[in-house]
């Protein structure tokens, strides 16, 4: 077996070249170009643009510190993409029981769950449609909105929500990037 | 759980089935060398790579050969892997300078590339270049799978032929396998995929300033072309280490309906392939339906486990490691796909979901890699079980056990059961050796039954080359990192050689015609009698190491205890 297995290795060795050549070399690059023609800008991850600085892609979720803006779900890795992370909390987990509380402590007692969970990415760049009209009030509060504001928030709100594909794939979500955009659009950006 | 998110699987299942009867046969024809296939421009392609390589497309092999050949064909892809792994910060396409990955590292990465599973003990964006993921992993994602795949075909030749030594060409088989099959449908992929919002660049990371102090630096590469081939090949190793999870592979719900797709795709038009070559089409359809029904069974449990009220976590926790985007279903059967079809992707936090859906997903992977099974490996496995259940059914009337037109004797049986028993026996032994030495027990990071589980998932993955994880273990250390290497060649091999020498000695026994004797190998007798085979096997080996671990834990979830 072991003298099959010496006389199989020349050849061997130029297979594994010329089909690491086709596959590694040739197939990525083929996909690169096409990709570059069809998708350009999906191909480069979908920039957000604003006054000539990147502000971030609209597929990855961010932190925002201040309360004038819709906030993404807690993250594992808070938000930072090198490495993405989850919390790989188990079901009966001590730590993730008192992560939960703490979390609705500080989002109240009704808060939707996705608020008190962190993602299988640390990088959701969604929330439920709950957890948007959840804030609604404390944006209207840090925003210092009146009542025609805040119905112009709560339609916002409203057409932010992306719903299922043909009505069952996926689910209904709100991309908190592009709410906070439209946020800042309508009424201003906040003081910093 | 809501209707639609059952309309998503039935969706899902239904293409899926339409789909696997033309591939099957698609891939049948490849391999048979068709005239028509070998006319078409990527015939052409096949026969200027084998002309190149200096392998002639008919040099038969006998079986022996055939390993052997499989064998050196992996030992130097695993050395080159080894290789590109280390030095990669000398080589070209590393905008990002990132270092040499250290030796047991790389040792486990390569081994795990290899192998078909793709267990990930590195973080992909933080620690690779973009040359090691595309020529490096990249590479072995295909061949890793078409490897698999030359087995299945060669036991299929061996049921076919009739006193034949030989059971066909190593190299020609591999070839075909990239060339016609992988390749074209990975290039269509990775392109729709990018249209889906996938990147494909070879871009060093991007500093971006966020809306409000959001600053983040958003890793960049060609992802694309690596998830594609990683789903479609059964591999399942991500450019990212949340895999399709991330955004940036899995940025939408239909790109994860799509990936779901790639992930089931080939597994499942391979039994019909399998049919098609030895001759024996209802058969091959006999076996999709076993793997079907087993599949249904264990992804229904799942939902309903996951549907459950957790009393530890007041029920707040369904949504913990899950993306909003895929929710609770599609995050489920995600697990159950990818840890059936032994592809070993996840697209959220395996560790958080509830304790029976951890344990489904092992008992998938302890079941043999199967149910689906990856790409070939599934094939050549559950012919394995095959030929013990003719073996049952042949005692069982006192008959010589016929399987096919070949007879089943003591030289087969012995490899079949090498097959079948020799992978658990990694995964306990593993796991116990793990579980019993300190170095072992500082890696768990989760206390109580948990802790058991994601030793157990870790052996269990490695060894049935799944590559799943859960993730909680801390995977990246000497001690792990070489014994779960171990697990995952012993555990590919121990297959692979036995499932060959079966094919070589069923090739050369004369063909015996079906006779009203003989038992049959299709319809619902003979698939229940496999399935419960399967089921009988797996449970009795595992269900000691399952009460422990999940189903503990869910006991105790249930009275609302936490660790």
Sequence with gaps: MLTEIIRSLRPAWRVLLVLSALTGLVYPILVWGSAALIFPKKSMGQLIVRDDTILGSELIGQRYTSSAYFQSRPSASGYSALPSAASNLGPTSEVLRSDINKRQAVEGANAPSDLLTTSGSGLDPDISPEAARFQIERIVQARALGQSQREELQAMVVSSVQHPLLGFIGKSRTNVLELNLALDAAFGRPPR | MAQTEFLQIALLLAILMACAAPLGNYMAAVFEGSPVIQRNPLGRLERQILRLCGTPADAEMRWWEYAAALIAFNFLGFVLLFVILISQDLLPLNPNNVKGMAIPLALNTAVSFVTNTNWQAYSGESTLSHFAQMAGLGVQNFLSAATGMTVAVALARGFRRDSSITIGSFWTDLVRMVVHILFPLAIVFAVVLVGQGVLQNFAPNLTVFGLNQGRQILPMGPVASQTAISLLGSNGGGFFGVNSAHPFANPTPLSNLLELFAVLLIPVASPLMFGRLCGNPKHGRTLLYVMLGLFLT?????????????????????????????????????????????????????????????????????????????????????????????????????????????????????????????????????????LSTTVGLSAISSRGPHGLSEVLYAFTSAAANNGSSFAGIAADTTFLNLLLATAMVVGRFVVIIPALAVAGTLASKKTTPVSLGSFPVTGWLFGGLLAAIIVIVGALTFLPALSLGPILEHMLMLSGRTF
């Design chain 2, 298 to 434: 264990t992804l229904s449990a799942a939902i309903y486990s996951e549907a459950m009220h957790n009393a530890a976590l007041s029920g707040a926790a369904s949504l913990e490691g899950k993306e909003t985007r895929f929710g609770i279903a599609s995050s489920v059967l995600w697990a159950l796909s990818t840890t059936a079809t032994s592809n070993g992707s996840v697209n959220a936090a395996m560790s958080s979901m509830s304790p029976l859906t951890g344990g489904l997903a092992m008992l998938n992977m302890m079941l043999g890699e199967v149910v689906f099974g990856g790409v070939g490996s599934g094939l050549y496995g559950i012919v394995m079980f095959a030929v013990l259940t003719v073996f049952v059914a042949g005692l069982m009337v006192g008959r010589t056990p016929e399987y096919l037109g070949k007879k089943i004797e003591a030289a087969q049986m012995k490899f079949a059961v090498a097959a079948v028993v020799a992978p658990s026996a990694v995964i306990l032994t593993g796991a116990a050796l793990t």
